[in-house]
């Protein structure tokens, strides 16, 4: 049965990353709801799996309450976890970069600077775990936890850097995109987009220094056959810099059209909106400068 449960989890996991966060929610509460007096490890484990996978859904909806509610609910059973093991270990760490993401969405940038310093000042290398050194498994999700500690404190700084217009923060910025980089060169097997999306870091701050011909370039390095939405985002950006309304109307729209939902995405449409408005003011066509003129609007009340 506990195996069974942890199949239905990755079925969950599948379908969270199909972007159905209904099916996937409705499914890892069905396990949390019946296992809930089960306390053997397996079924701790796959109450932990469960529990991620619905943090990541209300982070994503940016119902940041009920995430801090289901990280909670990990963090204590973590702490009667049975075994303080390598696994256990690893599960904390985890949650602490999770704690980190959710203080940063909320705009709590030195406390999530903070904490991933802790984090990743005791975070030991995978050759302190040497029963992992043959484990691809193990070493991969090592290596995925501290890119991901970098590429937050990364977008930390870079938030630092919007509230107080300070250009050190995005040296900062820079360097830890950079460690997460070269922490995800670490994979085994190589994951063949992470030069791609580090190139998109470096484009957005680029963008910020007002960098936009050379932010261009870096982007049209992006060589995947299926763009991600960030690409056609810092595209419409980057043209309506560079004065070229056509092109950034046509990457507006591309990225409007992509399925995706992440707190990034819903502040990058209010972003998107403005630059739609401003361009058909521009052309004179008023309805529609104020269609996204109001859908900007509605979307800033949304996220406030």
Same mark, same amino acid.
């Given at each position: 049965?506990?195996?069974?449960?942890? @199949?239905?989890?990755?079925?969950?996991?599948?379908?969270?990353?199909?972007?159905?966060?209904?099916?996937?929610?409705?499914?890892?509460?069905?396990?949390?709801?019946?296992?809930?007096?089960?306390?053997?490890?397996?079924?701790?484990?796959?109450?932990?799996?469960?529990?991620?996978?619905?943090?990541?859904?209300?982070?994503?909806?940016?119902?940041?309450?009920?995430?801090?509610?289901?990280?909670?609910?990990?963090?204590?059973?973590?702490?009667?976890?049975?075994?303080?093991?390598?696994?256990?270990?690893?599960?904390?760490?985890?949650?602490?970069? *999770?704690?980190?993401?959710?203080? *940063?969405?909320? @705009?709590?940038?030195?406390?999530?600077?903070?904490?991933?310093?802790?984090?990743?000042?005791?975070?030991?290398?995978?050759?302190?775990?040497?029963e992992n050194t043959n484990d691809n498994n193990n070493n991969n999700i090592i290596v995925a936890n501290k890119a991901s500690a970098y590429n937050i404190l990364g977008e930390s700084y870079f938030a630092l850097n919007s509230i107080n217009n300070n250009d050190k923060y995005l040296d900062s910025t820079l360097n830890n995109y950079e460690k997460a980089f070269l922490e995800a060169e670490k994979f085994i097997p190589k994951h063949q987009n992470s030069l791609s999306f580090y190139h998109l870091r470096i484009a957005n701050v680029l963008i910020k220094r007002k960098q936009y011909k050379k932010a261009l370039k870096l982007v049209n390095t992006f060589d995947l056959v299926k763009k991600s939405q960030?690409?056609?985002?810092?595209?419409?950006?980057?043209?309506?810099n560079l004065k070229r309304g056509d092109s950034s109307l046509y990457y507006s729209y591309k990225f409007l059209n992509f399925n995706n939902t992440s707190p990034n995405t819903e502040k990058n449409k209010i972003v998107v909106y403005n630059i739609l408005a401003n361009l058909y003011n521009n052309n004179y066509k008023i309805d529609s400068a104020f269609r996204y003129s109001k859908l900007a609007l509605g979307m800033l009340e949304k996220l406030n």
């Amino acid at each position: 049965k506990c195996i069974s449960d942890n @199949g239905k989890n990755n079925i969950a996991s599948a379908y969270y990353k199909a972007g159905n966060f209904i099916k996937s929610e409705e499914i890892a509460l069905e396990i949390l709801t019946r296992l809930k007096d089960e306390n053997s490890i397996c079924n701790i484990n796959n109450k932990l799996f469960a529990l991620t996978r619905i943090f990541w859904i209300k982070n994503n909806q940016r119902k940041f309450d009920e995430a801090f509610n289901y990280l909670n609910q990990k963090i204590n059973l973590l702490d009667n976890y049975p075994q303080k093991n390598e696994r256990h270990f690893r599960a904390k760490i985890n949650t602490q970069i *999770n704690l980190a993401l959710l203080k *940063n969405n909320l @705009g709590f940038h030195q406390e999530a600077i903070a904490l991933l310093k802790e984090v990743m000042n005791t975070y030991p290398s995978i050759k302190d775990f040497p029963e992992n050194t043959n484990d691809n498994n193990n070493n991969n999700i090592i290596v995925a936890n501290k890119a991901s500690a970098y590429n937050i404190l990364g977008e930390s700084y870079f938030a630092l850097n919007s509230i107080n217009n300070n250009d050190k923060y995005l040296d900062s910025t820079l360097n830890n995109y950079e460690k997460a980089f070269l922490e995800a060169e670490k994979f085994i097997p190589k994951h063949q987009n992470s030069l791609s999306f580090y190139h998109l870091r470096i484009a957005n701050v680029l963008i910020k220094r007002k960098q936009y011909k050379k932010a261009l370039k870096l982007v049209n390095t992006f060589d995947l056959v299926k763009k991600s939405q960030d690409y056609y985002f810092l595209k419409s950006l980057i043209f309506k810099n560079l004065k070229r309304g056509d092109s950034s109307l046509y990457y507006s729209y591309k990225f409007l059209n992509f399925n995706n939902t992440s707190p990034n995405t819903e502040k990058n449409k209010i972003v998107v909106y403005n630059i739609l408005a401003n361009l058909y003011n521009n052309n004179y066509k008023i309805d529609s400068a104020f269609r996204y003129s109001k859908l900007a609007l509605g979307m800033l009340e949304k996220l406030n």
